[in-house]
Nanobody, 126 residues
Framework: KVQLVESGGGSVQAGGSLRLSCTAS????????MGWYRQPPGSDCEMVST??????ATYADSVKGRFTISRDKANTVYLQMSDLKFEDTAVYYC?????????????????????WGQGTQVTVSK
């Protein structure tokens, strides 16, 4: 069974930094893409960043220049978040699939594709 375990969430003041980590127990695909989504309070699920097995990364416009995604050969993906803003407050979810291009409708946890972690809370205070 594929399991994704996230860590690194927490509370920080605006302008601060946090680093999220997510480790996958195993993958059904050697070339799986990994990524991060988030669920802001009262808002729909958003795609934050993805990275392929070759290291090609994508970012939402709202986080470009502030967040950096990376992964190692042990199927661990990281999200370095800097210059955090109040609007970055959300539950952050790690996901993995052959391709990550879709965004779940509404709630991230209702995703009908890929493999997902349990979510980790990030709270940014003004």
């Amino acid at each position: 069974k594929v399991q994704l375990v996230e860590s690194g969430g927490g509370s920080v003041q605006a302008g601060g930094s946090l680093r999220l980590s997510c480790t996958a127990s195993r993958f059904p695909h050697d070339d799986a893409t990994m990524g991060w989504y988030r669920q802001p309070p009262g808002s729909d699920c958003e795609m934050v960043s993805t990275i392929t097995s070759d290291g090609a990364a994508t970012y939402a416009d709202s986080v470009k220049g502030r967040f950096t995604i990376s992964r190692d050969k042990a199927n661990t993906v990281y999200l370095q978040m800097s210059d955090l803003k109040f609007e970055d407050t959300a539950v952050y979810y790690c996901a993995a699939d052959r391709f990550l291009v879709r965004v779940p409708d509404g709630e991230c946890w209702t995703a009908d594709f890929g493999y997902w972690g349990q979510g980790t809370q990030v709270t940014v205070s003004k």
